[in-house]
């Protein structure tokens, strides 16, 4: 079997295990030829802002068809040639490697790539980076206060913890997590770990915001999250009103996993000129101010700032040494969760 035709099937069978898992509707609406059309692995309420503002900025005329990234990734790798789709705008980076090891993704022009910090773009220039995440634990404090020790998210394994740690097994970021437990300790190790977390009876939720809704009320002492769950909340409530801290384990593990929203522009789109402008806006000023006051997260072009939320600075964070091209294996990551259970 070739290397495409591999990958395809793999597609196929991530296509059934993210429609299965997480019973989303990727869209059947018709798209247009004449507007710039985006499958957005992005939530619709964390990004509709954003591209409303790239079509008034630009006059482009925009489409978008939302979606889980590793469905839309699939459905990119189904459709080849023929998809409609100009523009993948991807929860993660394992979604745009995928897509872009099966040849599916533009070279995108040194200025955009050299748009970002270090390490924040694919290095065969197929995608870049829009924004950065750090994965955290969400504690509650007078159940966990030794949290604040943790430099591992093995430590979440202890039995002291056994029915009191929050996760979400079908959002992205958990998956990617899992990708990079992988990539880190191995096919083997990853498989024992997730086995022994299952053993401690962690409580299933349908996304972060549960989990962290879990920790606030103290249904669970721990829960594993990404950093902005929290700052929104604390933005909305104010400190006094959210119980719930986050940890940065700030260490080089999988539970440290700096991982990123990015942008990459399908080969042979007729809309290529408008791809492009759309991700250059993304990285724009205003773009990255976007995703740094109204989603909290972390900006991936140097000197932009949140005026919102006091984020910890993203060069200041240690994260997992793992290079975010390996995080393409979510075929695999999903068949392991659904193996061990977690699904």
Known sequence: MSFRRAL?????????????????D?????LSDDALVIYSGRNENLVKGILEQLEERTGIDVQVRYGTSAELAAQLLEEGDGTKADLFFSQDAG????????GRLETLPPATLDAVQEGFADEGGHWVATSARARVIAYHPAQAPEVTEMTSVDAVLDPRYKGKVGYAPTNASFQSFVTALRVAKGEDGAKAWLEEFKANEPKAYDNNIL???????GQVALGLVNHYYWYERVAEKGAA??????HFLNSDDPGALVNVAGAGVLAGSPQKDAALK???FLLSEEGQRYFADETAEYPVVAGIEATKHDLVPLEELRGASIDLNELDSLDATL????EVGLT
Do not use: M, Y
Request: glycine letters at 10%; aromatic letters at 0%.
């Open 241 to 246: 009103g959210v119980t719930a801290r986050i």
């Open 278 to 280: 759309a991700v250059d």
């Open 8 to 24: 395809a099937v793999g597609a196929a069978a991530l296509l059934a295990l993210t429609t299965a898992a997480c019973g989303a």
């Open 335 to 338: 068949a392991l969760l659904d």
């Open 26 to 30: 990727v869209g059947e609406e018709p």
């Open 95 to 102: 979604a745009l490697g995928a897509v872009a090891k099966a």
């Open 211 to 217: 989990v962290l809704d879990a920790v606030d009320s």
